[in-house]
């Protein structure tokens, strides 16, 4: 059965059943809007109060949802059975109904797995043995934001340790604090062995200073004279 002869059986069973009764219902919803995320669940509700012994075997429904364009059917309830067979394939597997709660006069449908096209007027049509009754609700389902994936210890944000501004915390991983040790004692041996060097260079330019100097080479042609440079004339 195509979409159009779905609407137009449904069209023509709401007049047969209004035909048939006399009166009014009244049908309220919960809620006049309802506001949802893609991928996630909501509950549509409509209330109507009712005389006859309560019996779900006395009530019909059509729900129906309507967009600028067309409409579908979303549930189909004849004598407290629900009719599978005139729903649309777009809500098929995705709309349970509450038999629970029937009976007290609530028509309780959950929806699962909202879509963004599910956006539009809901309309339930309940007619009993009181009479016949409708009210619209109104269905607003945003695009499922994304959450931020979980950032890691490297990355430039600082990773999951890091504070709100920005900078590392306090509290470093034991990696990073062994990275840390090993290139301070790098730094402190670099320096002694480049201050022993300059120490072993500059006592070398000093003794060849002293060399050179005129009093020593003096010293040096005199050996009878004792200098610095001959211990041994020194301990004679």
Known sequence: MSDREKMICSILLLITLTSCVSGSLVVNVTQRSYQAEENHNVTLEW???TTTDGSPKSINSICEMFTDLTSFILFHLHEGVEVSESQHERFAGRVQFDKDVLREGRLRLHMSRLRTDDSGD??????TGDGEGSRYC???VTAERLQPKPETPNSTSGGR???????????????W????CVLGLIVVVVGVVVGALLGVCY???RKQSMIDSPSTKLDLMNPSLPTELDPVILSL
């Open 47 to 49: 209330t109507f109060k």
């Open 122 to 127: 809901y309309l339930c049509d309940v007619l």
């Open 138 to 140: 109104h269905l607003n």
């Open 161 to 175: 340790d890091a504070s709100t501004t920005g900078s590392p915390s306090q509290a470093e991983s034991p990696g």
């Open 177 to 180: 604090i062994v990275l840390y």
């Open 203 to 205: 006592n070398l330019r």
